[in-house]
Every structure is written in structure tokens, then in C-alpha cells.
């Protein structure tokens, strides 16, 4: 197997161990986290109606000289404003396979100082 084929094969495996557990629906949607090198994004779905309710990046709210956690953070904070202007009150947390830690960890606090209980 090459090394592409064996990338995509193990984020693939990834993402069914996580979502097999988690699920969202209308009244507490899932609250999925994705982290790249460069910026990380949130997203409220709703896997019952097939829907994404609300999403923010850090490519919205990150300035020049801010660190990656204090953009995460930020993150955090926009989706539960996002979120509360949709009338979701309640998520379920869905960090993938990323550990709760650093970046994933920001977007969650700052998820809940917004606003958004999980």
C-alpha cells in the first residue's frame, strides 16, 4: 500500500470509530472540531436532518501575532454566539480522534464560556 492510500485509509478509520459512538440531532447537535496545521473549525450538525446549523473557523476570527490556542478559543466563542442565535442551548462534543487537549480543549472552553452546555 502506498503512503497516500495508507493516509486516507487511517483517517477514514478514524472518522467511523468516532462517529459510530456520536451522533447529534435537531435539539442537541453534534459540535465536530477539525484541527489542521494551519487554523481549526467548528460545525453544529444535525445528523438526523442532515444539516450543518452553524460553523466557524479561525481563519474568521484570528489576527496577526494571536497563537494558535487563542484562536481556537475564539472559535469557540463564535460557534456558541452562532450557536445561541439558532436557539441551541445544548451540543454533543465530538473532538474525532484528536486528544482533549491544547487546541481541541480551547475550542470547548470557549465553547462553553459562550454560552453552549456539553
Known amino acids: 500500500m502506498n503512503a497516500q492510500k495508507l493516509i486516507n485509509h487511517k483517517k477514514a ?5 468516532t462517529r459510530a459512538k456520536i451522533a447529534g440531532t435537531a435539539a442537541r447537535p453534534r459540535l465536530a472540531v477539525f484541527r489542521s496545521n494551519v487554523g481549526i473549525y467548528a460545525q453544529l450538525i444535525d445528523d438526523a436532518g442532515r444539516k450543518t446549523i452553524a460553523a466557524a473557523s ?3 476570527v484570528a489576527k496577526k501575532g ?6 481556537a478559543r475564539l472559535v ?4 456558541a454566539k ?7 442551548s445544548a451540543a454533543v462534543f465530538d473532538r ?9 480543549k480551547a475550542v470547548a472552553e470557549g465553547a462553553r464560556s459562550g454560552g453552549l452546555k456539553f
Not at 66 to 71: F, L, V
Not at 83 to 88: C, D, E, I, T, Y
Open 76 to 79: 469557540g466563542e463564535n460557534i
Open 82 to 88: 452562532k450557536a445561541v442565535a439558532a436557539k441551541v
Open 66 to 71: 494571536m497563537t494558535k490556542t487563542d484562536a
Open 58 to 60: 479561525s481563519r474568521e
Open 13 to 17: 478509520s478514524r472518522v467511523r470509530r
Open 96 to 104: 474525532r480522534s484528536y486528544a482533549y487537549h491544547g487546541r481541541v
